[in-house]
């Protein structure tokens, strides 16, 4: 710790006596100046020694040094030294009385004793204080970085909580405690989750100070890209000392180190995860397994799910080369100006949620960025499912409640999981991502399962454009006729489509008589050119109706 004004007392040299608050000779001195002006506030900046022989000062003026001790006092100033000898043969009475009545130290400087001698007696203590803090710096250095290489992060918060006597613990992007130390630390990181993410959308590198009720808590960005992908915690009982600033930051930056090794090894995962499913894809589930390895293998050992996730809006897409998550690019003009800023990527809370929930669970997923779309093949039933399925239903539980989604792009995503599958099945399986995912955005709903296709009516997907147009054409020449007043050809369709073309039962629901529909039935012939007889056309004809309803035209 710095120099005190009690090392300066007992300072053999300087034969200093504290004439008055002795009981606060422990204050830490940051500097030693001297002044003979009458306010020297306006130049000091709190801590410092201040030293005056009282050259404009009246210090036998009780009036004069109340105020003028009042003002140190204020200041922050760690205590006065009166040099005496030189204008008072003795500390004036006055000054001794109203430095007791401020608490503020008084310490009488001998004649023979030049205030250079205490100025560089504190700038040695200061300096010898920096150098021990530089030394257990580079030995808390040297501890973090063996625990780093021998055990990991684990290892590293073990020791950092050690040095810092308090606690440490390392948080995931989605704001997850990932490891702590002490063990019972891990409550008390837990409850600062709310604080990671406020950190995680301010630009790295970025830090926070947070007031607990049991500690003082620091928050540190990690990793090297614009946007944290984890975050440090430190709990102390006070400030950091300057040696322990040196262990936080070199904490800091092994653990970035691993934040952005893993990084590589999430890239490479992540090439060999495109492999696998093209292999998969590609009817090569043999090939893709052995290209899996240990690192997917359980993944197709099991039955899993395929999902395809987008965006609900192309223009809030990525391009196709767009780079993999956690990436930056270069947005740089040849004149070295920022052209602009990056698209926002409309995947990336996705990514980090699933491989979130994966790694909580500590089961296997394959992530794949293909193009404007994100692949995923996940465990069935799994945390990676649930995760999604969890996003979704927030999602749809805001839309539907007139507010505004909590989505990762400006207009949200949209998600297709197919069915329960194989690796063998996989192709079959993908496509049925495909139907799910273009069900989905017919809807208007998040995310959309297979078997809930399946399961389904075939009804609403009729309300889709290409269908319409379809409907709106076939059935245009019977609305023209119809619009003529010559008859109700469309209504009278209907009816006998409905009864499976009975006569009487379409009649009666009409009110006309069968011979007036059979009439009817074979001008809609001849207008459209087509036989009522054939089952394609009949089929045809329906859907065209319901298309129609369902668009809110004329039936």
Not at 48 to 54: G, V
Not at 260 to 288: K, N, P, T
């Amino acid at each position: 710790m710095p120099p005190t004004l009690a090392s300066l007392v007992h300072h053999s040299a300087l034969k200093l006596t504290a004439l008055a608050g002795a009981d606060r000779l422990d204050t830490p001195v940051r500097w030693a100046h001297v002044s003979e002006l009458i306010d020297p506030v306006p130049y000091m900046n709190g801590g410092e020694l201040l030293l005056t022989t009282a050259l404009t000062l009246d210090a036998e003026n009780p009036d004069e040094v109340r105020p003028y001790v009042r003002r140190l006092a204020r200041a922050g100033v760690a205590g006065l030294g009166f040099g005496r000898g030189v204008n008072y043969d003795e500390v004036p009475a006055a000054l001794v009385a109203a430095a007791e009545a401020e608490s503020l130290p008084l310490l009488e400087v001998p004649r023979r004793t030049p205030f250079l001698a205490i100025t560089k007696a504190v700038s040695a203590a200061i300096a010898a204080e920096q150098y021990r803090a530089v030394t257990a710096g580079f030995a808390a250095q040297r501890e973090l970085t063996r625990q780093a290489l021998g055990e990991g992060p684990e290892g590293l918060l073990g020791a950092l909580a050690a040095q810092l006597n308090g606690w440490a613990a390392v948080y995931d992007a989605s704001g997850a405690v990932v490891a702590a130390a002490p063990e019972w630390a891990a409550r008390r990181a837990a409850r600062l989750t709310s604080d990671v993410r406020r950190l995680r959308d301010r630009p790295a590198p970025a830090s926070a100070v947070v007031a607990a009720a049991e500690d003082r808590v620091e928050l540190h960005s990690l990793g090297a890209a614009r946007r944290p992908r984890a975050a440090l915690a430190v709990g102390t009982e006070g400030t950091l000392g300057t040696a322990e600033r040196y262990s936080v930051h070199a904490a800091i930056s092994l653990l970035t180190l691993t934040t952005e090794r893993s990084r590589a090894f999430q890239a490479a995962e992540q090439r060999i995860g495109a492999a696998v499913l093209g292999m998969l894809l590609a009817g090569e589930s043999g090939h893709a397994r052995a290209a899996a390895g240990d690192l997917y293998g359980a993944l197709l050992d099991a039955p899993f799910r395929l999902v395809i996730v987008a965006a609900t809006s192309p223009a809030s897409r990525p391009h196709a080369t767009s780079p993999a998550p956690g990436t930056e690019t270069d947005h740089a003009t040849a004149d070295g100006v920022a052209a602009s800023e990056p698209a926002p990527d409309p995947f990336s809370d996705m990514v980090e949620l699933v491989e979130t929930a994966a790694a909580r669970a500590a089961e296997p997923v394959l992530v794949v960025r293909e193009g404007d779309r994100l692949v995923l093949l996940a465990v069935d039933q799994g945390a990676v499912a649930d995760a999604c399925a969890t996003y979704a239903g927030e999602t749809d539980r805001a839309r539907d409640a007139g507010g505004t989604p909590a989505t990762t792009a400006e207009n949200g995503l949209v998600i297709g999981l197919s069915a329960p599958s194989g690796p063998v099945a996989a192709a079959t399986a993908y496509k049925q991502a495909e139907q799910a995912l273009s069900v989905a955005r017919r809807r208007g709903r998040t995310l959309v399962e297979h078997e809930d296709v399946a399961a389904g009516s075939v009804l609403p997907l009729l309300a889709d454009d290409a269908v319409r147009a379809f409907a709106d054409g076939l059935l245009r020449a019977l609305h023209d006729h119809d619009a003529t007043g010559r008859g109700n050809l469309v209504a009278s369709l209907r009816a006998w489509l409905a009864h499976h073309g009975q006569w009487d039962a379409a009649a009666a629901e009409l009110g006309v008589h069968r011979h007036t529909l059979r009439y009817r039935m074979r001008r809609v012939e001849e207008i459209l050119g087509r036989s009522l007889d054939d089952p394609d056309v009949r089929m045809e004809l329906w859907l065209a109706l319901k298309a129609t309803t369902a668009s809110g035209g004329a039936v």
